[in-house]
């Protein structure tokens, strides 16, 4: 039967406080039968059982972004909704459903103001006095904890707390730690938006006294964020705030509203420093048992300061918060010797480690600093820079004790432990894994043990560097929202994960960072200097949302986006009318960290210019713009690129990988120079031994043109090369995640210079999106959006016997995958619902095609409509 699945709200699964007035309502598909399509939805929106909005039966095989179109609606509202669809043969089917909740849709129902510590009291303890503390966090201030004790006459029936922070916090109420985010609320253009949170907390109010509180760190508000030694820290503010409003609704129908104001007290407590980038110092005989629940005395507590009334644009969480999301245990813990434990995870993870002590005597230092690698057993950190990633503890004395830091987090594979009481047992130290909850639903998987690695290292990439922003590192001082290293990474993500509300959120703060002449910055957030991107890394605020609109339909974020897709072209044209990208590129990177084959930096801007271009007027037709201005210049600027950089014989200017993946992956050059051209560059690849020479930006283009251009060989080849540099190099030498560089580490030089060496960065795992385009060969087809459309391109070849990859479309699940069985290849194709596909069916003999019931079918091209097949054929 055809029935609809994985129902969502704004791109999430029920949404706990929203504040869309007009949110999108999407389900998946499936069903057991070939060729099933929906043919018709309803949906029907409730409150508290009564109808809002039926949308009556709705003749559409639409199945995604469906806009609620019934009457307003109400803050602080739970509807239910359900969606049923109808089948191919026009026979109702199934039924599912789901919910969502607004939060305060109204900027005038914020009654809560800003509190934080108040700057003129003394904290009422000496600050830290333990001598091998830096000058960077001896002065950091300890994290307040925030109080509010109430009483109710009766427990509600229904009780929300909206809540946020410059800065970071963690709610509390009643003795309890209130959900599961870390560093909430994440990290926005905080000077045009703060995210806040809702949390169901019905449970949790009682009758009689209630305590509601919070603990607040620096976080990316006032904390070390970035590099720059001018200004490493307080981009925003020199000391966090707390906002948060809880309402209770009780029986009778009256609500009571409790909200931060100048009756709350605070005082620091056990936690003696947090920072980002630094760690966390935690000293647990300042421990304040009792301190968030009723009945505590909290006498001696400070009055905060009202340091803000206007609660400032606050927009309701759009996507899923940080989480921890797995736990890892060590593959060893080694003892030193000298009081030191060296902790290996076998992983480069991002997060932080739960240590349980044993019988510490009290005041016992316990200090743990993290490294991705080691040299010569011992952490090498100088690639962190100034991060210094280490946590203190100073134990309270008692038989167990656990220490995790709550307002940090290190990129890290092994950790040292200096003083431990002891003996350390793999047992008491845990890794725990946080990141952007973003639902990982796609795989990859072959028989070739080193290309599962490089998917592994890239999912890792991924995971560790989706904390809020997608970052381009994890571990170092930097940790920033780079554009061309999202734009470069985001087919490949958007493959592995729905990322589709965190991508929509962060874009809001790439627009709100771009420059009123309409450049789009190479960060975001921007802190500091960077305001004008360069070429490939202000581009991401074109190619990003033009990437979701093709993965996921979503055309609301591409509307949003539009118009500061335009300015951004306006921009690079009214400074380059020769269409030649030369000024005003930024600081024009080029292809970053290529080896040895420097393309020309007006050579890859002007290509990016065409690009961004083309984009700009597709956009345009989407949303029913002119596109004719567009359409123009790309072809103008297309000439200009062949003019300039192109010779007659084919020959792109520079002769380098990059200078020819960007000529035909960006459909650059005349019909009869893509031939020469794309000799050339099979032949540099060939010429080198099978080796690469593209940075960042060449790189995603690499494996995608060569088997497009009919040298799948050559891609293959690259795929499975070991030697310096490949990917394979890196995992040869134990590499777990990606590397920053292709030589952050060769066996003739050792290590990268350390000012710029991450073994964490997802750019250079670019080629993901070819392991599921290429490889297992699932393509959409030109004009499709959202997978309505596909081709099917399963690639035989290198080293492999079989390959197969599944991901979540917003139509359902499709799976493409293959295998060599004697003489044969074996393909298995799965299509959801209303979805078509072009498969190309890897044979030397198209007569012989076999279906899964031995079948003849001609080939090699065949059409298919959704469901499950196998096919058969001579290899
Ligand atoms: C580095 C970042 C980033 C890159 C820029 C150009 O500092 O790590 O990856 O995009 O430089």
Redesign the pocket.
């Known amino acids: 039967m055809l029935t609809p699945y994985a129902l969502s709200c704004d791109g999430r699964t029920t949404p706990l406080g929203l504040d869309e007035r007009t949110p999108l309502l999407s389900w998946r598909l499936r069903s057991d039968r070939r060729g099933d399509a929906q043919t018709a939805y309803r949906i029907l929106v409730t409150e508290d059982g009564v109808r809002r909005w039926d949308s009556g039966r709705v003749e559409a095989g639409e199945n995604a972004q469906i806009r609620y179109d019934g009457p307003a609606l109400r803050s602080g509202t739970r509807y239910e909704w359900s969606v049923t669809v109808w089948n191919a043969d026009g026979a109702e089917a199934g039924t599912a459903d789901s919910w969502f909740e607004t939060a305060l849709l109204h900027p005038d129902e914020w009654a809560a103001v800003w509190i934080g510590r108040d700057p003129r009291i003394q904290p009422p303890f000496d600050p830290p006095v333990v001598d091998d503390l830096t000058d960077r966090v001896r002065h950091l201030a300890p994290p307040p904890h925030l109080r509010r004790a109430f009483q109710l006459a009766s427990p509600p029936v229904r009780a929300r707390l909206y809540a946020t922070a410059r800065g970071v916090y963690e709610p509390r109420l009643n003795g309890v730690r209130i959900g599961d985010r870390e560093l909430a609320p994440g990290w926005t253009e905080y000077r045009t938006r703060i995210l806040y949170q809702t949390y169901d907390v019905t449970d949790v109010v009682q009758a009689g006294e209630n305590v509601l509180g919070a603990v607040l760190a620096d976080g990316w508000w006032s904390g070390y964020v970035g590099f720059d030694s001018r200004h490493q820290a307080q981009h925003y503010g020199d000391a966090p705030q707390f906002l948060a409003q809880l309402v209770c609704e009780f029986a009778d129908g009256s609500t009571r509203t409790i909200t931060t104001d100048s009756e709350w007290v605070e005082r620091p407590g056990p936690i003696r420093y947090a920072d980002l980038l630094m760690g966390q110092h935690e000293d647990a005989a300042l421990a304040l048992p009792g301190w968030d629940s009723p009945g505590y005395d909290a006498h001696g507590w400070t009055p905060v300061q009202v340091v803000d009334t206007a609660p400032g644009p606050l927009v309701a969480e759009p996507d899923e918060p940080i989480r921890v999301t797995e736990e890892l245990h060590p593959v060893s813990v080694t003892a030193l010797g000298d009081g030191r434990h060296l902790v290996d995870f076998g992983q480069n993870m991002v997060g932080r480690i739960r240590l349980t002590i044993r019988d510490a005597k009290p005041g016992q230092r316990i200090r743990l600093r993290h490294a991705e690698v080691l040299t010569d057993g011992e952490l090498y950190t100088e690639n962190l820079r100034t991060a210094e990633a280490t946590d203190l503890y100073l134990a309270a004395g008692q038989p167990l004790e656990t220490f995790e830091p709550s307002f940090t987090f290190h990129g890290f594979r092994y950790v040292e432990v200096t003083g431990y009481p002891g003996t350390l047992a793999a047992r008491d130290v845990v890794g725990r894994v946080l990141h952007s909850d973003t639902p990982f639903t796609g795989s990859f998987e072959c028989d070739d043990e080193t290309v599962n690695r490089l998917y592994r290292n890239i999912r890792w990439g991924q995971r560790g560097n989706w904390v809020s922003v997608p970052t ?2 994890p571990q170092r001082d ?1 940790r ?1 929202g ?1 554009l ?2 999202a734009q470069i990474f985001a087919p490949t993500a958007m493959r592995n994960a729905d990322v589709q509300a965190f991508f929509a959120r962060w874009l809001a703060d790439v627009r709100a960072a771009a420059t009123p002449e309409g450049a789009f910055p ?1 960060i975001a957030p921007k802190v500091a200097m960077l305001t004008e991107g360069a070429p490939a ?1 202000g581009d991401g605020g074109v190619i990003i949302p033009w990437l979701l609109y093709r993965a996921y339909g979503d055309t609301r974020t591409l509307e949003r986006s539009y118009d500061s897709m335009t300015a951004w072209i306006g921009h690079v044209h009214r400074h380059n009318p020769d269409l030649i990208w030369r000024h005003r590129v930024g ?1 024009n ?1 080029g292809d ?1 960290l290529q080896v040895d084959a420097e393309t020309p930096r007006d050579l890859l801007a002007t290509a990016y210019f065409a690009q961004s271009t083309a984009l700009v007027a597709a956009a345009a037709r989407v949303l029913g713009r002119d596109p004719e201005p567009y359409d123009t210049l790309h072809a103008r600027i297309r000439a200009a690129f062949v003019d300039a950089f192109v010779e007659d014989d084919g020959r792109v200017i520079g002769d380098t990988q990059t200078g020819y993946l960007l000529a035909l992956g960006f459909d650059l050059l005349p019909p009869h120079l893509v031939k020469p051209a794309f000799a050339r560059l099979a032949a540099d690849v060939e010429k080198r031994d099978h080796h690469l020479t593209t940075g ?1 930006v060449g790189v995603a283009l690499l494996c995608p043109v060569l088997a497009r251009h009919g040298r799948p060989d050559l891609a293959y080849a690259l795929l499975h090369q070991d030697t310096y540099p490949s990917w394979g190099y890196s995992i040869v030498h134990g590499a777990t995640t990606i590397w ?1 560089r292709w030589d952050g580490w060769t066996a003739d030089r050792g290590f990268q210079a350390a000012q ?1 060496n ?1 073994f964490n ?1 997802y ?1 250079l795992g670019s080629v993901g999106d070819w392991l599921y385009g290429g490889v297992a060969g699932i393509e959409q087809a030109p004009d499709s959006v959202g997978y309505r459309a596909l081709v099917l391109r399963p690639t035989v070849g290198g080293r492999l016997t079989w390959a197969r990859a599944s991901q979540e479309t917003i139509r359902g699940r499709v799976a493409c995958g293959w295998r060599l069985d004697g003489d044969q290849v074996v393909v298995d194709v799965e299509l959801p619902p209303g979805t078509t596909a072009d498969l190309l069916v890897p044979t030397s003999d198209p007569t012989s095609i076999r279906d899964g019931n031995g079948e003849a079918v001609p080939g090699p091209e065949l059409r298919l409509t959704s469901g499950t097949y196998r096919f058969t054929a001579p290899r």
């Open positions: 381009d590192c930097e920033l780079w061309a290293d190479d890394w600081n990177y970053w960042f920053e710029m991450s960065h750019s």
